[in-house]
């Protein structure tokens, strides 16, 4: 049997002269235009992506394939969460006040092109255990961090024996509580979740996984096998989907993948609304459809599957929730609210109390 790498190494398309060859050059009338879009940003789109493209320009497609419209750089952002300004060492970043993002490897098995993190990701190949050495020492003087986000790229594609390396690393900071780990590895790459990889993350709970799927059509039934193993290792699993215009600014599309999260056991975490990223100014949809997707999935299907919208503010503010407007009035008398449906209810405040006077 082919290994997850050999799969990854042979069977990606990994150059614009290969994703040509495979959909035909008729795709790409402006293809020397196009090359210097795809200068600006690693590519590569994994077997599993490729066999799920269905015609050009689908929302597939559109997540992966380099688009001429990658140049209109326009008000976007080389790093618009300011990431880099809130790292203390390299590879960490401590937004919040118990919780750090740890970077651990800068490749993933395909490239997003509305990837926030483009100005990293992608090149070297590794990053050392030597090099990950200040991170650590940073974690392990932070007793204030109790929850560390291994994220990258992708940290499952580093190999199993250094997955068990940064974890035992880890577990053996007595403040941190939780590991999270970011990972599109079950949607990009199934064959990556390995019983192995499973045996080894399992000895070191709580661990937490939150994945990365955008569309339906990516909960292939190699994924939610590959899902269903990380849940059988007792993972809790969630997914943060990023809103993304022809991919998922749909009422229907959204639901359908909250549904179908929830049925391979994937509890919907966050849909983030598209970063102010340069080059990723076509994936932006106005905020209002984020809202009115909200507004489609409160009430009228499972609570499980409504996740939090947010906004990860340019700057680096961190995530900021929005919700469509339920309240219609708030006094100190009661509080006017409308159900999911349009309808009005009236819900009363306590009786207000008295300040009790003493002596
Ligand atoms: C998203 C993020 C976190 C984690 O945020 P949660 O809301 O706890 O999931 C932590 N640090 C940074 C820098 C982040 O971007």
Known sequence: MQSWQELLRKKSLASLDALVAKFGPEQFPDLERLRQAALNFEFRISPAMVDLIKSPGDPIWRQYVPDLQELEVGDGLVDSLAEDAHSPVPNITHRYPDRALFLVSPVCASYCRFCTRRRKVGDPEKISMRELESAFRYLEAHSEIRDVIMSGGDPLLLSDRRIDELCRRLRAIPH????????????????????????????????????????????????????????????????????????????????????????????????????????????????????????ALRGWTSGLAVPHFVIDAPGGGGKIPLLPEYVESLTDDAVVLRNYAGRRYVYRQPARQEPILVG
Not at 273 to 287: I, K
């Open 176 to 295: 941190l509580e939780i590991i999270r780990i970011g990972s599109r590895v079950p949607c990009h790459l199934p064959e990556r979740v390995t019983p192995e990889l499973c045996g080894i993350l399992r000895r070191y709970h709580p661990l937490y996984i939150n994945t990365h799927f955008n569309h339906p059509d990516e909960l292939t039934p190699a994924a939610v096998e590959a899902l269903g193993r990380l849940a059988d290792a007792g993972i809790p699993l969630g997914c943060q989907t990023v809103l993304l215009k022809g991919v998922n600014d749909d009422v229907a599309v959204m639901k359908l993948l909250m549904q179908k999260l929830l049925a391979a056991r994937v509890r919907p975490y966050y849909i983030y609304m598209c970063d102010q990223v340069a080059g990723a100014e076509h994936f932006r949809t106005t905020v209002e459809k984020g809202l009115e997707i909200i507004r």
